[in-house]
C-alpha cells in the first residue's frame, strides 16, 4: 500500500453518511457532530444514544436499509456494519460517485481511514500506524500522555467490596467513572487514563460523546443510555453487563455523565459487583449540579447572597408519593436550590415551591446541555420560568438554578 495523505476535513454544515445504527456508530457520530456535520444515519435500529440524538434532532434518521442514492449529495461516508456484502455495497455507492468511505469492518476495502485521535483544547492529534490500529493508539496516548503531563499507568484506586465474595475468574474489574456534565476536557485525568486502558465501556447517556472517539479500536462498546420516555436498558441489565464482562477477566469502566454518585444510581453498581465479587473502582466526576451553574456564569453560592446550595431530583413530580423530596423544608431555604433532571414537572415544582413560602419573584434559570457547544440558558422567575422554557423550547438535559445567585453576577 502506497502512503497515506493525512487531511483535516471541515465538514461544517456539510452532509455525511453513517449507514448502520450500532455501537461503531455510537463511536463515530459524537465526532461528526462535533465538527458540525449535519449526519444522516441509515439503518433498521438505533443504539439508545443514537435514538436520543435523533429525538433531539441533532441527526436525521432513516429507519430502513441502505439504498444507493443514500450517497447522493455526501461529502463523506462511515460504514458501520458487519454485513461484508453490505458494507461492500455502500463503498461501491460510494465509489462510483467519487465520494470518500470509512469501513469499519475493512480498512484495507475502505477509501479512507479514521486516525487514532486524542484532543487536548485546540489541539487535536490523529495518528495512522499504517495499518495496525495497536501501533497507532500507542502513539496516540503516549502523545496524550505528553500533553497531559502524565506519569505511570492509571491508579489502582480503593477497591469496594461487601462480606464474602468469590474472586473474579481472570482478575477483571470494574471502574465507575464520572465523565463530568458533557465537555469531554472536564473528565478527570484519572478517569481519562482508565478509559484509554478499557476493554469495555458501558457508557451513559449523558457522557460526553467524544470521548467514545478515544477508546482503543478493540475495546468493546455498550450503549447503556436511559433516555427519557425512550429506549433505554434497565438498571439489572446493566449491572449483569458490568459483572459478566469483569468475570472474563476485563477492565471494565462505567462511564457516567456527571459523578457517579450524584443520582447516577452509582450505589446500585457499586452493591451489584461487591455482591458478585467483583472489585469496584470509584473514580468521581465533575458535577453538573455545580459545574453547570458556574460555566453558564451562574455561581451556587456568592458572599452575601448564598451560603448554601441544596440539589434535589426533579424525575418525580413534587406530588408524586414516591417522590423523597421534603419541598416544604426545600421552600423554606433561603439559598440556592439546584434540581437535576426536573424540566419535565418545572412547573410544579415552581408553583409547589412558592405554595410553601419562596418568593415567586425569586430568580430562575434553567441551562440545557450545559458546558457544551450547544448550551442554553433561559432565565425568569419563579412565576415565569417554565411558561418561558416552553416558549424556548428547551430539550433535557438541562438543570434548574433558584435563587438570587441566578442574578448575582448580571
Given at each position: 500500500m502506497t502512503?497515506?495523505?493525512p ?7 456539510r ?12 463511536r463515530?457520530?459524537?465526532a461528526?457532530?462535533g465538527?458540525?456535520?449535519q ?7 438505533l443504539?439508545?444514544t443514537?435514538?436520543g440524538l ?8 432513516e429507519?430502513?436499509?441502505f ?10 461516508v ?7 456484502e ?7 455507492a460510494?465509489?462510483?460517485r467519487?465520494?470518500?468511505?470509512v469501513?469499519a469492518?475493512?480498512r ?8 487514532a ?10 495518528v495512522l500506524?499504517?495499518?495496525d ?9 503516549a ?13 489502582s ?15 477483571g474489574?470494574?471502574?465507575?467513572v464520572?465523565a ?9 485525568v ?6 484509554a486502558?478499557a476493554d469495555?465501556?458501558?457508557a ?5 460523546g ?5 477508546l482503543?479500536?478493540?475495546?468493546e ?15 439489572d441489565e446493566?449491572n ?6 469483569a ?5 471494565v ?7 457517579p454518585f ?6 446500585e453498581?457499586?452493591?451489584a459487583c461487591?455482591?458478585?465479587g467483583?472489585?469496584?473502582?470509584v473514580?468521581p ?10 460555566g453558564?456564569g451562574?455561581p451556587?453560592?456568592?458572599?452575601g447572597?448564598a451560603h448554601?446550595?441544596t440539589?434535589?431530583?426533579?424525575h418525580l413530580?413534587?406530588d408524586?408519593p414516591?417522590?423523597?423530596v421534603?419541598?416544604?423544608s426545600?421552600?423554606?431555604?433561603s439559598?440556592?436550590?439546584v434540581?437535576l433532571?426536573?424540566l419535565?414537572?418545572l ?21 440545557q ?14 412565576e ?11 430539550r433535557?438535559p438541562a ?5 438570587e445567585?441566578?442574578t448575582?453576577?448580571?
Amino acid at each position: 500500500m502506497t502512503d497515506l495523505y493525512p487531511l483535516a476535513l471541515r465538514l461544517d454544515g456539510r452532509p455525511v453518511l453513517v449507514v448502520g445504527g450500532g455501537a461503531v456508530a455510537s463511536r463515530r457520530v459524537p465526532a461528526l457532530l462535533g465538527a458540525g456535520a449535519q449526519v444522516t444515519v441509515v439503518s433498521p435500529e438505533l443504539t439508545p444514544t443514537l435514538h436520543g440524538l435523533a429525538d433531539a434532532g441533532r441527526l436525521r434518521w432513516e429507519p430502513r436499509r441502505f439504498e444507493e442514492s443514500d450517497v447522493d449529495g455526501a461529502w463523506l461516508v462511515h460504514v458501520a456494519v458487519d454485513d461484508l456484502e453490505a458494507a461492500r455495497r455502500v463503498s461501491d455507492a460510494a465509489e462510483a460517485r467519487q465520494v470518500f468511505c470509512v469501513r469499519a469492518d475493512d480498512r484495507s476495502a475502505a477509501t479512507a481511514w479514521t486516525p487514532a485521535v486524542t484532543r487536548r483544547g485546540p489541539v487535536t492529534v490523529a495518528v495512522l500506524g499504517g495499518g495496525d490500529p495497536r501501533r497507532a493508539v500507542a502513539t496516540r496516548d503516549a502523545i496524550a500522555a505528553f500533553l497531559s503531563g502524565w506519569t505511570g499507568a492509571a491508579a489502582s484506586g480503593t477497591a469496594v467490596t461487601a462480606g464474602p465474595a468469590a474472586p473474579t475468574g481472570q482478575g477483571g474489574r470494574v471502574a465507575l467513572v464520572g465523565a463530568g456534565p458533557g465537555d469531554p476536557e472536564l473528565i478527570t485525568v484519572k478517569g481519562r487514563r482508565l478509559l484509554a486502558e478499557a476493554d469495555v465501556v458501558v457508557a451513559d447517556r449523558l457522557a460526553p460523546g467524544l470521548l467514545l472517539d478515544e477508546l482503543r479500536p478493540d475495546a468493546e462498546l455498550v450503549d447503556a443510555a436511559k433516555n427519557p420516555y425512550g429506549p433505554a436498558r434497565t438498571q439489572d441489565e446493566i449491572n449483569q453487563i458490568l459483572v459478566d464482562r469483569a468475570r472474563q477477566g476485563l477492565l471494565v469502566v462505567r462511564l457516567k455523565g456527571g459523578d457517579p454518585f450524584v443520582f447516577g444510581r452509582g450505589g446500585e453498581e457499586v452493591l451489584a459487583c461487591a455482591a458478585a465479587g467483583v472489585p469496584v473502582t470509584v473514580v468521581p466526576g465533575v458535577t453538573s449540579a455545580v459545574a453547570v451553574p458556574g460555566g453558564a456564569g451562574i455561581p451556587v453560592t456568592h458572599r452575601g447572597v448564598a451560603h448554601e446550595f441544596t440539589v434535589v431530583s426533579g424525575h418525580l413530580s413534587p406530588d408524586d408519593p414516591e417522590s423523597l423530596v421534603n419541598w416544604p423544608s426545600v421552600a423554606q431555604q433561603s439559598g440556592t436550590v439546584v434540581v437535576l433532571m426536573g424540566l419535565r414537572h418545572l412547573a410544579t415544582i415552581a408553583s409547589t415551591l412558592v405554595a410553601h413560602g419562596r418568593a415567586g419573584t425569586t430568580p430562575a434559570a434553567v441551562i440545557q446541555e450545559g458546558t457544551t457547544a450547544d448550551e442554553r440558558t433561559v432565565t425568569g422567575t419563579l412565576e415565569t420560568i417554565a411558561a418561558a422554557v416552553a416558549e424556548a423550547g428547551l430539550r433535557a438535559p438541562a438543570i434548574t438554578v433558584i435563587g438570587e445567585v441566578v442574578t448575582a453576577l448580571s
